[in-house]
């Protein structure tokens, strides 16, 4: 337990220092870096639905970011192949900023501008995947998903949330720890792990999203925005006025300007649900 415990810490101090890996397998970052680990040296990584995050990248991906927390979408979700099976590891992800910028979003050009220097960074935070430690062959036998990961601008969150500046870039990044069961391990940090960082997965953290291609790619893309939604989420929705006043798909004729008398759970059945209905269970998702 101790073992592991300095090992982290070590791995933390390095990963403050900005250490990364851009590509899809451990690379050779210099002379530090020239001695990994053959549990490690070999792990290759698979970024999860890597067409969709593409999609919104050209878009300009953006991220709510609450004071509760919200969960990321897309996911991040990615493969992992080249494990030693046998050999324990820790998963975990962290948030880098990708510049010292903070930014705006101009609507007359749909286009984000620099607004001046960054705010001061956030706390720096790591997520550690909840099956951790595990050995190779239970991470590589399926996907591995951080879909507990929250998001969130309160800089006195005691959740465990990512804590992020809202109109800042961000990079995630990934990291592999080989959990080295070998006294002193802690002395030999460095070798135990590997970091993968993913372009296409950067993203603006914002309270509300601004470009309205982004809004409408996440409706059309998260299952949660369309049809996750109880009955009491929808009672709630209709007494905000968020819900029109719809017919229901019904053959038989209504009287015009009022809704049906059917039961409540029948129209809850046959309601089409607008676009604006739509943002709101995104927020809810």
Not at 75 to 81: A, G, L, R
Not at 162 to 183: A, E
Not at 223 to 247: D, M, N
Request: proline share 6%; net charge positive; with cysteine.
């Amino acid at each position: 337990m101790y073992v592991e415990f300095y090992c982290l810490l070590s791995l933390g101090l390095l990963l403050s220092q900005n250490c990364e890996f851009s590509l899809p397998g451990c690379t050779d970052g210099g002379p530090l870096f020239s001695s990994k680990a053959p549990q490690v040296c070999g792990v290759r990584v698979q970024l999860e639905m890597q067409a969709l995050w593409r999609q919104f990248d050209q878009l300009g991906t953006e991220m709510i970011v609450t004071k509760s927390g919200r969960r990321m979408f897309p996911t991040f979700q990615v493969k992992i192949s080249g494990m030693d099976p046998s050999a324990e590891y820790v998963l975990l992800m962290d948030f880098i900023p990708v510049d010292d910028k903070r930014y705006r979003y101009t609507f007359h050009s749909s286009s984000w501008l620099v607004a001046g220097r960054a705010d001061v960074a956030a706390p720096s935070r790591m997520h550690f995947h909840p099956d951790s430690p595990a050995p190779g062959s239970q991470w590589m036998k399926q996907t591995v998903s951080f879909d507990s990961l929250k998001l969130t601008n309160n800089l006195l969150d005691d959740n465990g949330h990512m804590i992020l500046n809202s109109m800042h870039r961000y990079q995630p990044r990934f990291h592999v720890v080989y959990v080295d069961p070998t006294p002193n391990s802690h002395l030999n940090a460095y070798r135990n792990f590997c970091s993968f960082s993913f372009p296409e997965t950067r993203f603006m953290a914002v309270t509300a999203y601004q470009n309205h291609r982004i809004t409408q790619l996440k409706i059309a893309s998260n299952p949660f925005a369309k049809v996750s939604v109880s009955p009491i989420q929808l009672l709630s929705l209709i007494s905000s006025r968020i819900l029109t006043c719809r017919e229901p798909l019904s053959t038989k004729p209504k009287e015009q300007g009022t809704c049906s008398n059917s039961s409540t759970s029948e129209r809850f059945a046959s309601y089409n649900i607008s676009n604006q209905c739509r943002i709101e269970l995104l927020k809810v998702a």
